[in-house]
């Protein structure tokens, strides 16, 4: 069919038009795909990856759960040693038995400058308690403790010099009892000072030797972990190899096929620090019994202290970072090495 040229310039003219409008149009959209378009995409996808591997993770209830209990076990073994050393450091700051520094005063000072200076003592922020034994007290439990006490009767004085029995705020650092110790020898009522130190550096030995041992296999179970994690975020990604071919070949890049696998390793770590947090608080409450009914029969009223909101914080977060390191890792490698047909 042929058209008259009048017609035929009209209708070039208006699909001339139309192809303007289109290019415009075009254009316009281009201008309104900005910075905020962009934004709320990538949290769009995110948000559906995060979904996804939700789904994914409880679509396999087992295998979620075992791995997450194998990422638990590893985390609960140097987390309960440092809580065990905790409780430790607590048995022994509530013991009776811990070091006190014996200060022996000289036999003429007054009743009214030792108790004078006891009080100065008590201000000392190095100092817990200060216990005054005068000589007749100290004279008298000497005669009930050494069955010497018809003997003692017929001296004519009182050969003990009155003591003040300090008790330091921190028994674990040397240095500082060290120089509580002179300070207390330069003082004009101390005759001697004594102190047990080797008792305190066995203590503060056995403290430094627990915390290395709770940061060494701390960090050797995190291996542990994101151990788990790369194989198991390997395994997933070998599942769908087939689907990252197909993403890739519609121009999907690395990035874009990496992201559900981050939020898979995401959800592992979450869930094994969860159940770590509870693997101990479980052993708290088994153990708890027993030590209470221990420390009744040396009449303490010790408790164990469990995993608190800040030991759940720190498992979960340190789990996760761990989980979403380790799927960083096997994602990286092994979803470079597929590429499409």
């Not at 209470?292 to 979960?316: E, F, H, K, M, V």
């Amino acid at each position: 069919m042929k058209y008259s040229q009048p017609r035929a310039a009209q209708i070039q003219r208006r699909n001339k038009a139309a192809t303007e409008k289109r290019t415009r149009g075009s254009g316009a959209v281009v201008a309104r795909t900005g910075f905020g378009d962009l934004w709320r995409s990538w949290l769009c996808h995110h948000r559906e990856m995060a979904v996804e591997s939700l789904r994914r993770f409880f679509a396999t209830p087992m295998a979620s759960t075992l791995t997450a209990l194998v990422i638990a076990i590893a985390l609960a073994l140097p987390a309960a040693l440092q809580l065990g050393l905790l409780n430790f450091q607590r048995a022994v700051a509530g013991w009776d038995g811990q070091p006190q520094i014996s200060m022996f005063l000289h036999k003429g000072a007054k009743e009214e400058a030792v108790r004078s200076y006891a009080e100065k003592l008590r201000e000392n922020p190095a100092v817990a308690e200060v216990t005054y034994i005068s000589p007749e007290a100290a004279l008298a439990e000497f005669e009930r403790g050494s069955g010497f006490g018809e003997v003692l009767a017929g001296l004519d004085a009182n050969p003990l010099p009155a003591v003040l029995l300090l008790r330091p705020r921190d028994i674990q650092n040397s240095d500082k009892l060290r120089a509580l110790v002179e300070t207390l020898s330069a003082q004009a009522l101390t005759d001697s000072v004594v102190l047990d130190l080797a008792w305190v550096q066995r203590l503060t030995q056995l403290t430094q030797l627990g915390q290395r041992l709770s940061a060494g296999l701390a960090v050797l179970l995190s291996l542990g972990v994101m151990l788990i994690v790369i194989n198991t975020i390997r395994l997933h990604i070998e599942n769908r190899r087939e689907e990252i071919r197909v993403v890739k070949l519609v121009g999907g890049t690395n990035t874009f096929v990496r992201r559900p696998f981050l939020y898979s390793g995401l959800c592992y770590g979450l869930a094994g620090g969860l159940l770590a947090w509870l693997l101990l608080l479980t052993g708290v409450l088994l153990l708890s019994g027993p030590v209470a009914g221990l420390a009744s029969s040396y009449d303490s009223n010790y408790t164990l202290a469990g995993p608190g909101l800040s030991d759940l914080l720190g498992l979960t977060a340190g789990a996760a970072l761990l989980g979403l390191l380790g799927a960083w890792l096997a994602a990286s490698r092994h979803i470079r090495a597929i590429e499409p047909c």
